[in-house]
């Protein structure tokens, strides 16, 4: 990346899918490899509301940057001093941010509920990313299947659903866990809860092993 901040956009149009939580907890195991930002595009703030529940002796282990509006002029200035930046985007695919994140990040996750009507919900999403990977050729869109149930794996509507769409799946997907609830509470991340944490926390490296890649 020429010295520059691999950039990780998240993205969804609909609420509730868990950006945040991906968002933050990924930003967390990313700052165990190396110095990273997050950017709370979300005019709801959440990620930065997130990090301040931290407490003082122990501070969220990256930095959180609330920007509204466009981000490719921003970003392209911060991801000289950062080496990872996740973008924590609106729940819209309209206005300037979720634009500028596209048009400048080298990866898009979007997070999604294990349920084909979910799925489906972000089939629009793909004629956006079609637009800004014309103008932004290394852009990767990958679907993070959130808040799978522990005891199943994902159904075969899910499976077949994923087959149907032009937007590839990580392998990897986030199992459904109150630890993650509990992080958000507490201000911090899995990584930072124990042995109560090791499995979400060894799902998120998982996922970062494949953003990486």
């Known amino acids: 990346m020429d010295g520059a901040a691999t950039v990780i956009a998240v993205v969804n149009q609909k609420g509730g899918t868990g950006k945040t939580t991906v968002t933050m907890n990924l930003a967390a195991g990313l700052a165990?490899?190396?110095?990273?930002?997050?950017?709370?595009?979300?005019?709801?703030?959440?990620?930065?509301q997130w990090a301040r529940m931290a407490p003082e002796e122990r501070p969220f282990p990256a930095s959180v940057f609330a920007v509204a509006g466009p981000l490719d002029r921003e970003l392209k200035a911060l991801r000289r001093d950062f080496e990872f930046i996740v973008v924590d985007c609106p729940p819209t695919l309209e206005g300037g941010t979720v634009s500028g994140a596209l048009a400048a990040a080298d990866q898009v996750l979007i997070p999604v509920l294990p349920s084909p009507m979910d799925l489906w919900g972000s089939v629009r999403m793909g004629r956006q990313l079609d637009d800004a990977k014309a103008a932004n050729p290394k852009l990767k869109p990958c679907i993070v299947v959130n808040q799978v149930e522990v005891r199943s794996a994902l159904s075969r509507a899910m499976k077949s659903a994923l087959m149907e769409i032009d937007i590839p799946a990580l392998e990897q997907h986030l199992r459904r866990r109150a630890i993650y609830r509990r992080a958000a509470l507490e201000g911090g991340s899995v990584y930072d809860l124990g042995k109560p944490g090791l499995a979400a926390a060894a799902e998120i490296d998982a996922i970062i092993d494949e953003v990486l890649a």
Not at 32 to 48: F, K, N
């Open 32 to 48: 165990r490899r190396g110095r990273t930002l997050v950017v709370d595009g979300d005019p709801q703030g959440s990620a930065g």
